[in-house]
């Protein structure tokens, strides 16, 4: 059993920046490449970025690219989402994602566990 633990989210400006973590347990970490995804009321849940086992390989969705960068510290069992020059449409709950292999995916059919979700909130 695998758990995860979003936080870091919470209420900035336009332009501002956040830093998200997610603290896993109960899998060899460097082994599950992991992601982030987010989600907005009445929307499908949306590729954000997702790391390597290894942290080498990152794939990040178009509209996040140059502004957010995706990072593991697998000694602490950590991935971080940290996000600049956020806009108003960035507000959504996120969540992380491990995959059971290192290979990193965009579908989030390809992830087996997730955590609770932390909420991202931006004013314009």
């Known amino acids: 059993q695998v758990q995860l633990v979003e936080s870091g989210g919470g209420l900035v400006q336009a332009g501002g920046s956040l830093r998200l973590s997610c603290a896993a347990s109960?899998?060899?970490?460097?082994?599950?490449?992991m992601g982030w995804f987010r989600q907005t009321s009445g929307k499908e849940r949306e590729f954000v970025a997702s790391i390597s086992g290894s942290g080498i390989s990152r794939y990040y969705v178009d509209f996040v690219k140059g502004r957010f960068t995706i990072s593991r510290d697998n000694a602490k069992n950590t991935v971080y989402l940290q996000m600049n020059s956020l806009k108003a449409e960035d507000t959504a709950v996120y969540y992380c994602a491990a995959r059971p292999t290192a290979t990193y995916s965009q579908y989030s059919s390809a992830y087996d566990y997730w955590g609770q979700g932390t909420q991202v909130t931006v004013s314009s």
């Open positions: 109960g899998r060899t970490f460097s082994s599950s490449a």
